[in-house]
Each structure stands twice: as C-alpha cells, then as structure tokens.
C-alpha cells in the first residue's frame, strides 16, 4: 500500500513559466515532507522541506505548500529553468526507534523544462 | 569535503555469487540508510542503522544483510537469495536527531549477469 503517492509521472513546462508537483499521502503520523530531486544515475539532492505545523515554506524559486487536511503537498518552481529538468521525488518522515525517522518516498516525477 | 561515498560506481556479478557494495561517510552522522531504486519506482528502504553495532530492517530485506562495525562504514551485502539484485542501490545518512534531511551518495549500480 502506497502511503506516499506522486499520481502524475511526468510533467512538462515552458522555460520560464510555473513547474507545480503535487503530492499525496495517507499515513497521518508523517510530521515532515521533503522533495528531493534527482538526475539519472546520480543520487537524489535535498531540495526544500516542510513541518505539518506549517503551511508553506520557500527558498528562492521553490515554495511547498502543505494541506494537512486534504493529505496534500506541493512544490512550486517559478521561474521554472531548463537546468530544473529532472526526476523529484516527495519524501514524508515519520518517527522511528529512538530520535531518529524514516522516510518513504513517492515514484517521482519527471519534469522537463523546454527552452 | 565532506560527504558520502559509495563504490564503485557500477558493479556486474554472476548469479549466485554475493556482493558486498561500499558506504563511506565523514559526516559524522550517527543515522545511516541504504536504499533500491528500479524504474519507474521510488526509492524502497533495505536497512537502517542509528548507531554503531546496532540495524534495523527496512521495507524489502530479504536478501540484503548489513553491519555497521564503524561509525562511518555501513556496507550492504547482496546474497544469492535476492531474487531481483539488479538495480541502483542509494546510500544515505542523517546527522542530528531530530532532523529529518538525508543526505545520498552518489549510487551503485549493481547489474547481476
């Protein structure tokens, strides 16, 4: 059973106009989402991050949006750049042995950014 | 520089034979992960260990073994008995309790002929 769901495999933009990836997820013990983004045979890079006890957060071009209630996040790229293209994967945490966590990630998805 | 290594980059063994792959890290982070990733899939957690002498399963194994001798060190063993060991294998580690980023290296591509 998914708990971390990225519905949308791929999406594709304009240079310069919004890149919007969403992300949905069932387990309500996840208390902190994080998107990763990753180019092919590389390993994924921390990109921006969430706490459930806020709505929003942004760094530069890229803000997350948290809806608790509807289980739902979403990174927004603006201005997207053809340097942007990749695979970016939604990550949630939840609390493990100790004060340590665990994250489970969606399938990812492919965004491409045309020039 | 510090970061998180992983050896070698690609790797082809024989069916039936184990495969040990390597992760270094100088991060000094207690918290270290080992992940698969196959297409179209995300990445699927194998092990996990927070400390020193001390892993915990992750999601999928079966198959896989770990040790974790050194708090740097924290190789991943491939034994016959995966039925599908081919594919990209991540690893990752954590730093300060509490927080929640990973940081990857850079892959191992494991293709088992």
């Known amino acids: 059973d998914q708990q971390v769901k990225q519905n949308s495999p791929s999406l594709s933009v304009q240079e310069g106009r919004i890149s919007i990836l969403n992300c949905d997820y069932t387990?309500?013990?996840?208390?902190?989402f994080l998107w990763y983004k990753k180019y092919p045979a590389e390993g994924p890079t921390f990109l921006i991050s969430?706490?459930?006890?806020?709505d929003k957060n942004e760094d530069g071009r890229f803000t997350v949006f948290l809806n608790k209630s509807a289980k739902h996040l979403s990174l927004h790229i603006v201005p997207s750049q053809p340097g942007d293209s990749a695979v970016y994967f939604c990550a949630a945490s939840a609390r493990v042995r100790g004060s340590n966590y665990k994250l489970t990630f969606g399938k990812g998805t492919l965004l491409t950014v045309n020039p | 520089d510090g970061g998180i290594t992983q050896s070698p980059k690609y790797l082809f063994r024989k069916e039936g034979q184990n495969v040990t792959l390597s992760c270094e890290q100088n991060?000094?982070?207690?918290?270290m992960y080992w992940y698969r990733q196959d297409p179209g899939q995300g990445l699927r957690l194998i092990y996990y260990?927070?400390?020193?002498?001390?892993?915990q399963k992750g999601d999928i194994a079966e198959g896989y073994s770990v040790s974790r001798e050194k708090k740097e060190s924290f190789p991943l063993t491939v034994t016959s008995a995966q039925k599908n060991p081919t594919a990209f294998y991540l690893c990752?580690?954590?730093?300060?309790?509490?927080?929640?980023?990973?940081?990857f290296g850079p892959g191992t591509r494991l293709t088992v002929l």
């Open positions: 260990s927070q400390i020193v002498n001390d892993f």
């Open positions: 969430i706490s459930s006890i806020k």
């Open positions: 990752a580690s954590q730093g300060l309790a509490g927080v929640n980023e990973q940081f």
């Open positions: 991060l000094n982070h207690d918290a």
């Open positions: 387990n309500s013990m996840f208390d902190y």
